[in-house]
């Protein structure tokens, strides 16, 4: 493993025990399960040292961070260059601010918003995979999970075509962004300043689809909903996180199938099954790891001390395969009655407000891949190295 030293500070209240572990090494970030295990069993609350953050990984411990957002603010990131060029937007906001940008960023995704998107994306997920079954072999992520965010998604965004196809550099690059400032923050930091050159120029009344999502944020600024400076950070609220994840989360399905054709015969046989299956393969492949939050008060969190103006990183897909929440938490199995209640959407009032949009995506493919494939085979892989994202850079897959 990769190294552990286990040491109480001194001073008063018990502070958390620390370690040298490194969940943003590449062994850690491709197979990150045994650094978790190790952290939660040296407590619920450990000080990295490499970082200067406390890492959250069970779940109790991920939950209570999440839902008391005055003693755990998401306003400043994990890092300082980052925070400067989001502040303000949805995630980076607490309080009324974030509440009413919230509202207005929410407006297109609720369950009730989304029924007008519910047929065309389910006709286009038929169309891709029987598009893609005809082939018999496909990349699971380049072809067949980026269909529909990148066409549905991303037109009903309705940002400019021109600089639209480099949507998914930005968004890989914005959650590198949200890391620890290591190399891979570091050399994504121009990419996403370029996203922000292209929310304030292009992101504009003029430039965008009449009806859309983007325009509707100009409304809501012109309404005085929200004020007209949080407009282009608020772009970035559907630029940066409406692609990857469901990309990430739909291709890690297919691989999780593909390894457990036992849980894919249940599918097929009952498709019934689907909305379990996609919390439960969320639940084992959280497409976002872990974000940060801020200590705005000394916090007693399970008998340590979290000092006030430290960082915690909250650790959503350690959370996931917490033992003492999810017995078994490595066994890949859909009928799990509690996979309901993972953390890859976090919680509390950050919680992901494009859950729904993302489970119609996910759904809606995999209602129609178990009319049409008996098996999956995986060919080729290879994993995206990223401070935030797990999933698959690419998936060669045949299919029976
Ligand atoms: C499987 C797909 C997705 C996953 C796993 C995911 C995961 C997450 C997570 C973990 C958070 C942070 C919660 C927190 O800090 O407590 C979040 C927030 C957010 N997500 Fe998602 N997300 C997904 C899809 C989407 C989509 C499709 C959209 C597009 C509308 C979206 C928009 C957002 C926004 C705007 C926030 C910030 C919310 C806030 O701060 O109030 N996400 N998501």
Same mark, same amino acid.
């Given at each position: ?53 406390? /890492? ?69 997920? %038929? ?35 021109? *600089? ?30 370029? =996203? ?14 009449? *009806? ?7 409304? /809501? /600024? ?120 993972? =953390? ?13 949009? /993302? ?5 809606? !493919? ?14 080729? %892989?290879?994993?995206? !190295? ?15």
């Amino acid at each position: 493993m990769l190294g552990t030293s286990t040491t109480l500070l001194t001073n008063a209240t018990p502070r958390a025990p620390t370690s040298i572990l490194d969940p943003y090494a590449d062994e850690a970030l491709l197979n990150p399960w045994p650094l978790y295990r190790e952290l939660r069993e040296i407590g619920p609350v450990v000080w990295l040292e490499k970082y200067g953050m406390f /890492a959250l990984t069970g779940y109790d411990a991920v939950v209570k961070a999440l839902r008391d957002w005055e003693a755990f603010p998401s306003s400043f990131g994990m890092n300082d260059d980052m925070n400067q060029l989001l502040r303000g937007n949805t995630l980076c906001s607490d309080g009324d601010a974030h509440s009413r940008l919230r509202r207005v960023v929410m407006r297109p995704v609720t369950p009730a918003a989304l029924k007008s998107l519910k047929e065309e994306v389910e006709r286009e997920a %038929e169309a891709v995979v029987n598009r893609l079954c005809a082939k018999g072999r496909f990349c699971a992520t380049g072809e067949l999970a980026t269909h529909l965010p990148v066409t549905i998604v991303s037109s009903a965004i309705g940002l400019p075509e021109e *600089g639209r196809e480099r949507m998914m550099e930005w968004s890989i690059g914005m959650f590198n962004c949200f890391g620890p400032m290591n190399e891979r923050a570091r050399s994504a930091m121009p990419v996403l300043s370029e =996203m922000m050159h292209y929310a304030e120029t292009q992101a504009v009344p003029g430039k965008l689809k009449p *009806g859309s999502w983007a325009e509707a944020i100009h409304h /809501a /600024a012109a309404a005085g909903e929200v004020p007209s400076e949080a407009v282009p950070v608020m772009m970035i609220d559907y630029m940066g996180p409406s692609l990857d994840t469901t990309i990430f989360g739909i291709s890690s399905g297919v691989w999780l199938f593909a390894k457990h054709p036992d849980q894919w015969d249940l599918v097929r046989n009952d498709p019934s099954l689907i909305p379990a299956a996609i919390d439960e393969i969320l639940r084992m492949e959280a497409p976002v790891q872990g974000f940060s939050r801020y200590v705005a008060r000394d916090y007693d969190l399970d008998g340590f001390l979290l000092p006030e103006g430290s960082r915690a990183i909250v650790f959503y897909g350690a959370a996931n395969r917490d033992p003492r929440q999810f017995p078994d938490p490595d066994r890949f199995d859909i009928r799990r009655s509690n996979a309901g209640r993972h =953390m890859a959407f976090g919680a509390g009032p950050h919680g992901c407000l494009g859950v729904n949009l /993302a489970k119609l995506e996910m759904r809606s !493919l995999f209602m129609a891949l178990a009319q049409k494939v008996k098996r999956f085979h995986v060919e080729a %892989e290879e994993r995206v !190295l990223n401070n935030i994202l797990r999933g698959f850079s690419k998936l060669i897959v045949t299919v029976e």
